[in-house]
T-cell receptor, first 116, second 109 residues
Framework: GAVVSQHPSRVICKSGTSVKIECRSLDFQATTMFWYRQFPKQSLMLMATSNEGSKATYEQGVEKDKFLINHASLTLSTLTVTSAHPEDSSFYIC????????????FGQGTRLTVV | GIQVEQSPPDLILQEGANSTLRCNFSDSVNNLQWFHQNPWGQLINLFYIPSGTKQNGRLSATTVATERYSLLYISSSQTTDSGVYFCAVTWGQGGKLIFGQGTELSVKP
């Protein structure tokens, strides 16, 4: 299957700082990537759709100024959590599909963010 | 929007037992996938199955798109099968995956 790599896998940051998470498609080009968030014992909730060369599309209730998404190339999307607070502590995970968006999706390893 | 419901929410099995997990969805879908989330959070692709039946070792899956459900079968379960199983669908345009709430499986030795 396709390989999607996410970095870092775990990060601890101080309240008020910003954290950048990278999502790379290693063996294919992805014009669209997706970012999800998962709280403990809950399902994955879509945060935003990352579009190469254009603005991201955010789901209702997701603050675009807090969660900055940049999809500058066909193999890299980044999610920056700005001015992080303890309530932003969560598991963030990205996905991409090899061909069109309705084909099989592959996920990165996820990033566990803890804000102290 | 589309609703994705999984059942049962929790399942405890003895090693060697068989199980069936169900995923119901409320509208026509473009794509349906089953995932296993391991204890480290990694989502492992099990099946890409918008329709039909597929088998991979002890696991198999069937999606009946016209009746809006999918089933995941696990046979001769092992302790390493423990974890959360998610069903997810794409619906409409855009390709975003909508996840069910998951089934947490615990296989006891």
């Amino acid at each position: 299957g396709a390989v999607v790599s996410q970095h870092p896998s775990r990060v601890i940051c101080k309240s008020g700082t910003s954290v950048k998470i990278e999502c790379r498609s290693l063996d294919f080009q992805a014009t669209t990537m997706f970012w999800y968030r998962q709280f403990p014992k809950q399902s994955l909730m879509l945060m935003a759709t990352s579009n190469e060369g254009s603005k991201a599309t955010y789901e209702q209730g997701v603050e675009k100024d807090k969660f900055l998404i940049n999809h500058a190339s066909l193999t890299l999307s980044t999610l920056t959590v700005t001015s992080a607070h303890p309530e932003d502590s969560s598991f963030y995970i990205c996905s991409a599909s090899r061909m069109t968006v309705n084909t099989e999706a592959f996920f990165g390893q996820g990033t566990r963010l803890t804000v102290v | 929007g589309i609703q994705v419901e999984q059942s049962p929410p929790d399942l405890i099995l003895q090693e060697g037992a068989n199980s069936t997990l169900r995923c119901n969805f409320s509208d026509s879908v473009n794509n349906l996938q089953w995932f296993h989330q391991n204890p480290w959070g990694q989502l492992i692709n099990l099946f890409y199955i918008p329709s039909g039946t597929k088998q991979n070792g002890r696991l198999s899956a069937t999606t009946v798109a016209t009746e809006r459900y999918s089933l995941l079968y696990i046979s001769s379960s092992q302790t390493t099968d423990s974890g959360v199983y998610f069903c997810a669908v794409t619906w409409g345009q855009g390709g975003k995956l909508i996840f069910g709430q998951g089934t947490e499986l615990s296989v006891k030795p």
